[in-house]
């Protein structure tokens, strides 16, 4: 059965600390894999991420995908309280456009 | 509009009604999918429907029905609605081609609590 496992669950720093969120999968035909930013409302898109060890970057975020190994990290630098957000990532697997989602990774920020 | 629009915001149903949950997108995307998210079990698909006039079942389906008369509407029904469909729904869409994928993008989502 396809699935998408991140860790940790959730996790409490405070402002200016870099932080790691992990995601690992096992799905068959894998395609892409992408990272969320879900705040109050609906979850928008941050990374998709294709082939192995290339890192994608957007300001303090970045990420990178191991297609050996099966998992993505998903860095925050410097981080602020604007940082606050449940962070999810999903898989593309097989033909169909369907996503499998992991249970996210909710961040707190501290001032 | 721009982007993925949903309505209601937000309703509260007797158990037993039928209720009709819209959504529209303007991005001419091809695919569009119904999610429900509940604390503790993340996101979970509907229904989807990969082109106009076509539809699948997701993960959760029972309960629930979809169209897809044209490209912009997906329509996602609750024939006798049941206290555990309360729920956040969220409407998504993306621009998939048969060698791509692209990522999705959500509606604001429709809070729906079911008494």
């Known amino acids: 059965e396809d699935k998408v496992v991140q860790s940790p669950l959730s996790l409490v720093v405070h402002e200016g600390d870099t932080v790691t969120l992990n995601c690992s999968y096992e799905?068959?035909?894998?395609?892409?894999l992408l990272w969320y930013k879900q705040e109050k409302k609906a979850p928008t898109f941050l990374f998709m991420l294709?082939?192995s060890g290339i890192e994608k970057k957007s300001g303090r975020l970045s990420s990178i995908l191991d297609k050996k190994e099966l998992f993505s990290i998903l860095n925050i630098t410097a981080t602020q309280t604007g940082d606050s957000a449940v962070y999810l990532c999903?898989?593309?697997?097989?033909?169909?456009?369907?996503?499998?989602w992991g249970l996210g990774t909710s961040l707190a920020v501290n001032p | 509009i721009a982007g993925i629009t949903q309505a209601p915001t937000s309703q509260i149903l007797a158990a037993g009604r039928r209720m009709t949950l819209r959504c529209t997108q303007d991005?001419?995307?091809?695919?569009m999918y119904w999610y429900r998210q509940d604390l503790g079990l993340g996101l979970r698909l509907i229904h989807y429907?990969?082109?106009?006039?076509?539809?699948g079942k997701g993960e959760v389906p029972d309960g629930y029905s979809v169209s897809r008369a044209n490209t912009d509407d997906f329509p996602l029904t609750l024939a006798s609605a049941v206290p555990s469909q309360t729920s956040v729904y969220f409407c998504?869409?993306?621009?998939?081609?048969?060698?791509?994928?692209?990522?999705?993008?959500f509606g604001p989502g429709t809070r729906l609590t079911v008494l």
């Open positions: 999903a898989v593309a697997s097989g033909n169909n456009r369907k996503l499998i």
């Open positions: 294709t082939s």
């Open positions: 991005m001419r995307h091809n695919a």
């Open positions: 799905v068959t035909n894998f395609r892409s």
């Open positions: 998504a869409s993306s621009d998939v081609g048969t060698a791509s994928y692209n990522e999705q993008f």
């Open positions: 429907s990969n082109t106009a006039g076509t539809t």
